[in-house]
């Protein structure tokens, strides 16, 4: 299946495939140098698939985690490609996470002043969101994705075949952006979420998040408006994740930070599915110290933040909130 997002100049292909990784020669540009960031956790099988397709692979692994999502990790991979002679006619590839994904396309989008970028995401929560959209970034001094830009890809690849090898505490994860966006815009999807096998549906389920996510991103591609909706449960949620100590994963974080931000009605059918995903629906934090890295968050300015909020599933309000208030929906 192709799944094209229509951006002018900068529109690409999203190409969803059981089994498209083994044949990747076939869907990207690999006749070239090619560098190839990976991470330690990902099966080194699915690298070697990409490598054994390309005219001059280099594979730059970082450590698994959030804390390689940073500007040290940023200057490394530039260095290599210098020193490997990398070109503007040459190209990254990112096979992993959205840590991997996020700081391969932001040194693509720098390198040169941009070189060409494609993603191949291997866990349930870059497939269904971080993969496409363009938002590349690096953390900063403990705030997430506040250094980046908006740089897009030539193409992304999903094989939901590589899913067999993650853990289940990460499939569930990153089906809490499905949950997200199916809360904000598709009844339908919460509905088939709410009552079906997950595991059979999969597919399906990744297939109607990404067409959510791309129509979003087609109408407003740097977040000028529309494209807000997409930080439903982030806000919070970011605040959560950033005074965790890494006990919370980022799909974990972002269903704690939807449960206050929709109404009684929405919440209790909710609270069932993330329970069903096995996803933490209560979790004790120091609310001042939530509230202080929510503050540092790039989207609290002018002493109010825009909350998005579901009253009704499949539909959404964007509020701006007093600081003060927020502190009390923490």
Same mark, same amino acid.
């Given at each position: 299946m192709i799944l094209p997002v229509n951006l002018g100049a900068d529109s690409y292909d999203i190409i969803i495939e059981k089994g498209s990784l083994r044949k990747i020669g076939e869907y990207l540009n690999l006749n070239r140098k090619v560098f190839i960031v990976t991470d330690s956790g990902v099966p080194t099988e699915y690298v070697n698939a990409v490598s054994e397709s390309c005219k001059e692979p280099h594979i730059f692994t970082i450590e698994q985690g959030e804390k390689s999502k940073s500007l040290q990790s940023f200057e490394k991979i530039l260095v290599a490609m210098l020193r490997a002679g990398f070109s503007r006619k040459d190209c990254v590839v990112a096979v992993g996470g959205g840590v991997v994904g996020d700081l391969s396309g932001f040194a693509a989008s720098a390198y040169m002043r941009g070189v060409d970028f494609y993603n191949i995401p291997t866990t349930v929560l870059s497939q269904v969101d971080s993969s496409i959209g363009g938002k590349t970034a690096v953390n900063l001094d403990g705030i997430k994705n506040i250094v980046g830009a908006f740089y897009q890809p030539k193409r992304v690849v999903i094989d939901v075949d590589v899913l067999k090898t993650l853990p289940p505490r990460q499939i569930s994860e990153g089906l809490a952006e499905s949950v997200k966006m199916s809360l904000t815009s598709d009844a339908e999807l919460f509905e088939l979420i709410e009552k079906c096998d997950i595991k059979e549906n999969i597919e399906t389920i990744i297939e109607r998040s990404l067409r959510i996510k791309k129509a979003v991103v087609e109408e407003d591609e740097k977040e000028q408006g529309l494209r807000k909706i997409l930080n439903f449960g982030h806000t919070i949620g970011h605040g959560y994740e950033s005074t965790s100590d890494g006990k919370l994963y980022h799909g974990e974080a972002v269903a704690l930070g939807m449960i206050p931000l929709v109404s009684e009605e929405v919440r209790k059918r909710l609270i069932p599915v993330l329970k069903k995903m096995n996803l933490p629906t209560q979790y004790e934090? +120091?609310?001042?110290? =939530?509230?202080?890295? =929510?503050?540092? +968050?790039?989207?609290? %300015? +002018?002493?109010? =933040? %825009?909350?998005?909020?579901v009253e009704k599933i499949g539909s959404f309000v964007i509020e701006e909130t007093d600081i003060s208030d927020l502190k009390k929906i923490i």
């Amino acid at each position: 299946m192709i799944l094209p997002v229509n951006l002018g100049a900068d529109s690409y292909d999203i190409i969803i495939e059981k089994g498209s990784l083994r044949k990747i020669g076939e869907y990207l540009n690999l006749n070239r140098k090619v560098f190839i960031v990976t991470d330690s956790g990902v099966p080194t099988e699915y690298v070697n698939a990409v490598s054994e397709s390309c005219k001059e692979p280099h594979i730059f692994t970082i450590e698994q985690g959030e804390k390689s999502k940073s500007l040290q990790s940023f200057e490394k991979i530039l260095v290599a490609m210098l020193r490997a002679g990398f070109s503007r006619k040459d190209c990254v590839v990112a096979v992993g996470g959205g840590v991997v994904g996020d700081l391969s396309g932001f040194a693509a989008s720098a390198y040169m002043r941009g070189v060409d970028f494609y993603n191949i995401p291997t866990t349930v929560l870059s497939q269904v969101d971080s993969s496409i959209g363009g938002k590349t970034a690096v953390n900063l001094d403990g705030i997430k994705n506040i250094v980046g830009a908006f740089y897009q890809p030539k193409r992304v690849v999903i094989d939901v075949d590589v899913l067999k090898t993650l853990p289940p505490r990460q499939i569930s994860e990153g089906l809490a952006e499905s949950v997200k966006m199916s809360l904000t815009s598709d009844a339908e999807l919460f509905e088939l979420i709410e009552k079906c096998d997950i595991k059979e549906n999969i597919e399906t389920i990744i297939e109607r998040s990404l067409r959510i996510k791309k129509a979003v991103v087609e109408e407003d591609e740097k977040e000028q408006g529309l494209r807000k909706i997409l930080n439903f449960g982030h806000t919070i949620g970011h605040g959560y994740e950033s005074t965790s100590d890494g006990k919370l994963y980022h799909g974990e974080a972002v269903a704690l930070g939807m449960i206050p931000l929709v109404s009684e009605e929405v919440r209790k059918r909710l609270i069932p599915v993330l329970k069903k995903m096995n996803l933490p629906t209560q979790y004790e934090a +120091d609310r001042e110290k =939530v509230f202080e890295a =929510v503050m540092h +968050d790039k989207k609290a %300015s +002018d002493g109010k =933040v %825009s909350l998005i909020k579901v009253e009704k599933i499949g539909s959404f309000v964007i509020e701006e909130t007093d600081i003060s208030d927020l502190k009390k929906i923490i």
